[in-house]
């Protein structure tokens, strides 16, 4: 049987390096290359699509990184591209609930657990927006704690409040 592969490219963005992956042209992982979880995301991933990682920038790698420019140049408030999200299917509605917040939105974990009818489960549906592997396409960083506080990111809360910041009107800097 010929081993399944996921391209992977690493991206230095302006907020934090992150690793990019491609399946059969379809991104299955946009994530920060250092966070917490790491290994548990990539082992999810790997045994989800029986597959390998190798090092490859793809045409769809290529458009990612173009689009994540575009969006931290304030070009682009979308992405369009094709995704393929790797979790159990609990995971994969949270995920789907996150795209629903709009940019320069916000979102409670207790909102998107009413959202889901699911009003209880705020403790899993916090850690299913953790296990998110697509940061930024998939806007786990627009969820915030019910007392409005910036509240656990893989990318850190600095970045989280950069993101939250440039969604919001402003500009990034580079230093």
């Given at each position: 049987m010929q081993t399944k592969i996921i391209h992977i490219h690493y991206y230095q963005s302006l907020v934090g390096e992150l690793i990019m992956g491609d399946f059969n042209n379809q991104l299955c992982l946009c994530d920060w290359r250092y966070r917490k979880m790491r290994k548990e995301i990539d082992n999810r991933i790997l045994k989800g699509l029986q597959a390998e990682f190798v090092n490859k920038k793809t045409p769809l790698l290529i458009e990612t990184q173009n689009q994540l420019e575009n969006y931290f140049d304030k070009k682009s408030t979308t992405f369009d591209l094709p995704l393929l999200l790797v979790g159990t299917d609990f995971q994969q509605s949270v995920?789907?609930?996150?795209?629903?917040?709009?940019?320069?939105?916000?979102?409670?974990?207790?909102?998107?657990?009413?959202?889901?009818?699911?009003?209880?489960?705020?403790?899993?549906?916090?850690?299913?927006n953790g296990a998110n592997a697509l940061s930024i396409i998939i806007p786990c960083h627009r969820i915030i704690g019910s007392n409005q506080e910036l509240v656990g990111y893989a990318g850190g809360l600095a970045t989280k409040k950069k993101l939250l910041f440039l969604e919001q009107g402003g500009q990034l800097e580079l230093f």
């Open positions: 995920w789907r609930a996150l795209q629903q917040v709009d940019y320069g939105k916000t979102q409670t974990y207790l909102g998107l657990s009413k959202q889901l009818k699911n009003p209880k489960a705020i403790r899993a549906v916090a850690s299913a």
